[in-house]
DNA sequence: AAAACGGTCAACCGCTCTCAG
DNA sequence: GCTGAGAGCGGTTGACCGTTT
């Protein structure tokens, strides 16, 4: 009430609209130097011209290293029927419970077709709650461990999407009981006071223990893969022209093919970013990957620098064509 | 072969909630 | 206890791409 303020990004001289492969550049490398202790300060620290609300969207919904992308499996999809029947429209909650999945993709998904798929299965049982609605007879916590599977399975048709996400994302969970299951549990418990009491328990019982994974904060996601979160310790430092020498300098090794720049080593923490590229079929040698379309066609590998207004980008991680992502997806 | 249509997805907008001063 | 700032969430929109006519 009466909360009201200024939007967060004055629309004067921002940048709006798709990302660019620099700028998601910056903003990567950014984050992983400092962090995101503040949205609101960090695209000027970082130097980009967007609303730190634009950034963190960005970052969540696409960059972030813990995401995995692909089509949905089976799995999650009955996972996301069944807890939107549960929880409603709450997609935070549900991409909670869907590590690696983000709220807005969830979302999507949901509209484009899940919302069909669910009101085929269930005719006249959308109301019962929820759980046997699709006919199966499993509870709600049978589901969730369906969704768990898919995790580690990952879905094979999703053209190497899946493999890259998943299981690269977290192969040590396979043997280890369970970083998941110790993510799903809250939701489990979440589902389970559910059965007694509609969604007004979930408020109270829920103090969101999962919900690193769909959005706030990458540090405390079981998926996030251990050293990330280390380099997000650094607390927010003001460095407008650091990022740049941060920037220029990855450029100028990654040209000479050092491994070592943290955006290309599959080592470290930051083997995100080569899957990312790898989906998004930049790279590797140019037999394997895909065809670009647009103005990606003048690209070649990740750290390659092409010219665009002037400015030298360097070919990483970019946003994905439309193209890329259903060539990938079509498989 | 071209145009129209429909589907999908990334990004934006506005509201609410939480927390620090 | 109040106020303001920041973050997060859900809804909506616009652009792009594929399919159908």
Same mark, same amino acid.
């Given at each position: 009430m009466g909360r009201g303020r200024a939007p967060c990004c004055a629309k004067v001289g921002l940048n709006r609209g798709s990302w660019t492969p620099q700028e998601d550049m910056r903003l990567i490398a950014y984050i992983q130097k400092h962090?995101?202790?503040n949205w609101r300060a960090l695209p000027r620290q970082a130097g980009l011209l967007r609303c730190g609300k634009s950034c963190r969207l960005r970052w969540i919904n696409y960059?972030?290293?813990?995401l995995r992308r692909g089509n949905f499996t089976a799995e999650e999809e009955a996972t996301v029927i069944k807890l939107h029947a549960l929880l409603g429209n709450k997609w935070s909650k549900i991409a909670a419970c869907l590590p690696g999945r983000t709220d807005n993709e969830i979302k999507n998904v949901w509209n484009t077709h899940l919302k069909k798929k669910a009101s085929e299965q269930k005719p006249g049982v @959308?109301?019962?709650?929820?759980?046997?609605?699709?006919?199966?007879?499993?509870?709600p916590a049978p589901s969730l461990s369906s969704a768990s599977s898919s995790m580690t399975t990952s879905?094979?048709?999703? @053209?190497g999407a899946g493999e890259q996400c998943g299981t690269s994302n977290e192969?040590? =969970?396979?043997?280890?009981?369970?970083p998941l299951e110790l993510e799903l549990e809250p939701v489990m418990d979440i589902l389970d006071m559910l059965a007694d009491e509609p969604t007004e328990a979930f408020a109270t019982a829920a103090?969101?223990? =999962?919900s690193s994974c769909s !959005? !706030?904060?990458?540090?405390?996601?079981?998926?996030?893969? @251990?050293g990330v979160e280390e380099l997000l310790?650094?607390?927010?430092?003001?460095m407008d022209a650091d990022i740049w020498s941060i920037i220029d300098d990855d450029v100028a090794r990654l040209q000479q093919g050092?491994?070592?720049?943290p955006c290309t080593t599959?080592?470290?923490?930051?083997?995100w970013l080569e899957d990312l590229e790898k989906e998004l079929g930049l790279w590797g040698p140019a037999e394997e990957s895909q065809p670009q379309a647009g103005p990606l066609d003048q690209i070649g590998y990740p750290g390659q620098l092409y010219e665009t207004e002037g400015d030298m980008v360097m070919? !990483?991680?970019?946003?994905? !064509?439309r193209s890329d992502h259903e060539a990938s997806n079509s498989e």
């Open positions: 962090g995101h202790a960059l972030r290293p813990d @959308g109301e019962s709650k929820g759980e046997a609605a699709d006919g199966d007879p499993d509870t879905d094979g048709s999703n @053209g192969p040590e =969970t396979i043997n280890v009981p369970s103090p969101m223990p =999962t !959005s !706030s904060s990458l540090t405390t996601c079981a998926g996030g893969g @251990g310790e650094l607390p927010d430092i003001d050092d491994a070592t720049v599959k080592e470290g923490s930051e083997w070919v !990483s991680s970019c946003p994905p !064509s």
